[in-house]
C-alpha cells in the first residue's frame, strides 16, 4: 500500500497569501496519478486537480499541481476567503486507492 | 448536472449489517467506474471499495475485504455496498463517487473522483 504524507498539518495564513502543501509518496506513483482534493465541512469533496498537474473542470488558475514521482504540492497563489478548507491528496497508481491525512489551510 | 444521492445509513449494532444504495443521474451510469468513499469522525477520507462500469470487477479495501460488497444495477442508475459484520470502526459517513473519466479512458482500479454525494452516515448503537 502506498502511504502519502501530507505536510504541514495545519497551515494559518491570510487570505491574498500564497499557500504550498506538501504530498510526499512512499513509494513512487504509476503515470503520476496523484490528485488533490478540496474538503470544507458539510460539503463534498471537490477534485481540483488530477495527474498531479491537470485542474479539473471550472478550477481557478490560482490553484496549480506539480511534481513527479513521490513528491508532489498544491500551490494556492493568492488565497481567497473560500479557499480554507482541508485539502487532500489521493494517489490512484495503485490499489489500494490512497489518501494522504490532509492539510487544514486556515485563516491566521 | 450529475447528482448522486446515498442512502440506506443509520443506527446499527456491531456484528450488525447494512445495504447502502446510491442513486445517480445527469450522466451515462455505465460509461463510469463507481466508489465508496468513507470519512469517520474527525479524520481523513478512506477508500473503500470500487466497481467497474459493468460490474464484473471490483476493488476493496484490506479493511473491508470479506465484509463488504459492491455493486451495481445499471438499469437502475443505482450503486450498493452491502456491509456485513460490522465493526465500530466502520462507523463513518460513506460518500458515494463518480469516477473522473470513462471507463474506455480508464486503466481498471486507477480512480479519481470528480463527482461526490453528499453520504449516509453509519454509527453504531452500544
Not at chain 1, 482534493?37 to 485542474?55: D, E, M, N
Not at chain 2, 469517520?40 to 479493511?63: F, N, Q, R
Amino acid at each position: 500500500e502506498i502511504v502519502l504524507t501530507q505536510s504541514p498539518g495545519t497551515l494559518s495564513l491570510s487570505p491574498g497569501e500564497r499557500a504550498t502543501l506538501s504530498c510526499r509518496a512512499s513509494q513512487s506513483i504509476n503515470s503520476n496519478n496523484l490528485a488533490w482534493y478540496q474538503h470544507k465541512p458539510g460539503q463534498t469533496p471537490r477534485l481540483l486537480i488530477y495527474v498531479a498537474s491537470s485542474r479539473a473542470t471550472g478550477i481557478p488558475e490560482r490553484f496549480t499541481g506539480s511534481g513527479s514521482g513521490t513528491d508532489f504540492s498544491l500551490t494556492i497563489s493568492r488565497l481567497e476567503p473560500e479557499d480554507f478548507a482541508v485539502y487532500y491528496c489521493q494517489q490512484y497508481g495503485n490499489l489500494p486507492l490512497t489518501f494522504g491525512g490532509g492539510t487544514k489551510v486556515e485563516i491566521k | 448536472e450529475v447528482q448522486l444521492l446515498e442512502s440506506g445509513g443509520g443506527l446499527v449494532q456491531p456484528g450488525g449489517s447494512l445495504r447502502l444504495s446510491c442513486s445517480a443521474s445527469g450522466f451515462t451510469f455505465n460509461n463510469y467506474a463507481m466508489s465508496w468513499v468513507r470519512q469517520a469522525p474527525g479524520k481523513g477520507l478512506e477508500w473503500v471499495s470500487a466497481v467497474s462500469g459493468i460490474g464484473t470487477a471490483t476493488y476493496y479495501a484490506d479493511s473491508v475485504k470479506g465484509r463488504f460488497t459492491i455493486s451495481r444495477d445499471n438499469s437502475k442508475n443505482t450503486l450498493f455496498l452491502q456491509m456485513n459484520g460490522l465493526r465500530a470502526e466502520d462507523t463513518a459517513i460513506y460518500y458515494c463517487a463518480k469516477v473522473l473519466t470513462s471507463v474506455t479512458r480508464t486503466q481498471p482500479g486507477k480512480y479519481c473522483f470528480d463527482s461526490w454525494g453528499q453520504g449516509t452516515l453509519v454509527t453504531f448503537s452500544s
